[in-house]
């Protein structure tokens, strides 16, 4: 799987847009963007996921570039529950029975009053 | 619908003992995952299993890790001897069939674990 970069920390005030970035400039045709998220003390959470188009679900958006190199997940409005650690993971489309998750170190998030 | 169950939370033993970690996936999914989450990493896949096989066992320390899945539901993880390094999260998830391209994979609150 590719090889995302994406910075270690972020600080956004609550009720503000985060924005959070990562770059994934190997992607191949077949792997998909997937973020998760992990609060303090509990699992990896699913966040939302893409492949070349634009995604949007109840809790983020995902803007992804058409070159596809990079993309950028979107908390329209963060509160202090979204302080997390953001994971964003490139994964093969389909690998038979194998659908490994490989996670890097992630963005940690704080969302501040 | 309830989540990913794992027991216990939280363990202390001394190096050199042995210890065993249960997880319960989600009700109906075929494929479950162990990982271990060292501080300040993200989780790193041990085992995957489909149903009671395993599909991918490759980052398993096998001289010392063990794992198992009876019946394809519940699912235990051993270690013995366990090593200082040992210390970590150790999370459970699971999903609905692990062969689809879009599939999600739901994790259980992990168990903390420090060796002593």
């Not at chain 2, 249960?22 to 271990?36: D, E, K, V």
């Amino acid at each position: 799987d590719a090889k995302t970069t994406q910075p270690p920390s972020m600080d956004c005030a609550e009720g503000r847009a985060a924005n959070l970035p990562c770059n994934h400039s190997t992607i191949s045709g077949n792997e998909y963007v997937y973020w998760y998220r992990q609060i303090h003390s509990q699992g990896p959470q699913y966040i939302i996921h893409g492949l070349k188009n634009n995604e949007t679900n109840e809790m983020a958006s995902l803007i992804i570039t058409e070159d596809r190199k990079s993309s950028t997940l979107i908390l329209p409005h963060a509160t202090l529950r979204d302080t997390a650690v953001y994971y964003c993971i490139v994964r093969v489309a389909w690998t038979g029975t194998a659908s490994k998750l490989t996670f890097g170190t992630g963005t940690r998030l704080q969302v501040t009053l | 619908e309830a989540g990913v169950a794992q027991s216990p939370r939280y363990k202390i033993i001394e190096k050199r003992q042995s210890v065993a970690f249960w997880c319960n996936p989600i009700s109906g999914h075929a494929t479950l995952y162990w990982y271990q989450q060292i501080l300040g990493q993200g989780p790193k896949l041990l085992i995957q299993f489909q149903n009671n096989g395993v599909v991918d066992d490759s980052q398993l320390p096998k001289d010392r890790f063990s794992a198992e899945r009876l019946k394809g539901v519940d699912s235990t993880l051993k270690i013995q001897p366990a090593k200082l390094e040992d210390s970590a999260v150790y999370l459970c998830a699971s999903s609905l069939r692990g062969t689809a391209e879009q599939e999600t994979q739901y994790f259980g609150p992990g168990t903390r674990l420090l060796v002593l």
